[in-house]
Every structure is written in C-alpha cells, then in structure tokens.
C-alpha cells in the first residue's frame, strides 16, 4: 500500500500565503503524477496543480499566476506554495499521487491523502 500525509493547511487572511506538503510512503517503485486537487462545500473536486514524472505541469486557470507546485522526487514529496490567497481558494486540499508498485507491474495505481483544510478569511 501507498500512503499520502498533507501537511501545511490552515486559516489565513485575504493575500496571505500558505505552503502545502504531502509525502508519499510505502510500496512505490516509481511515481509517475502528483497534484493537488480542492474541494470546496457544495462544489465537485477540481484539479489545482499537477506534475508528471516528465516535467509537465498544469495549473487551473484560477490559480495561475499565484500557486507554484513543484516535487522532490527523491523523496517522493509534492509542494503546493500558495501567494496571494482569495476567499475563493477556501477548500479541502488533497494530494494525489500516480504510482506504479513495481518494476514488474505495469499498472499505476491512484492514490488521494486524507485532505488539508485551507480557510481564507479575514
């Protein structure tokens, strides 16, 4: 198994910033994708940020401009360094991660962490 433990959420005025970790654990081989995905009240998940195992990053339109993501592969770890934050931005964060087990399995497996709450307000 894969585990995903966020770290970093919490409450924070309007234009203030936040940093997200989230560290991927257990039966890896190698991670192809990590992201971070939002769920605001009443709202369906949406992607926030993603990296691939090749350097390819996508970033919702939302937050361009404004949150950075970036990954230390060697430790399995994605980053989330939100700026400029918005009330907008207020939601469940959940780290995603793509992995494949094995060097003898050629399936990837999806992983999600157990969510951060990110809260802007004044």
């Known amino acids: 198994q894969v585990q995903l433990v966020e770290s970093g959420g919490g409450l924070v005025q309007p234009g203030g910033s936040l940093r997200l970790s989230c560290a991927a654990s257990?039966?890896?081989?190698?991670?192809?994708?990590m992201g971070w995905y939002r769920q605001a009240p009443g709202k369906e998940r949406e992607l926030v940020a993603r990296?691939?195992?090749?350097?390819?990053?996508n970033y919702a339109d939302s937050v361009v401009g404004r949150f950075t993501i970036s990954r230390d592969n060697p430790k399995n770890t994605v980053f989330l360094q939100m700026n400029s934050l918005k009330p907008e931005d207020t939601a469940v964060y959940y780290c995603?991660?793509?992995?494949?087990?094995?060097?003898?399995?050629?399936?990837?497996?999806?992983?999600w962490g157990q969510g951060t709450q990110v809260t802007v307000s004044s």
């Open positions: 995603n991660a793509v992995v494949f087990r094995s060097a003898y399995d050629v399936r990837s497996y999806d992983y």
């Open positions: 990296t691939t195992g090749r350097g390819i990053i």
């Open positions: 257990g039966s890896i081989f190698s991670i192809n994708a």
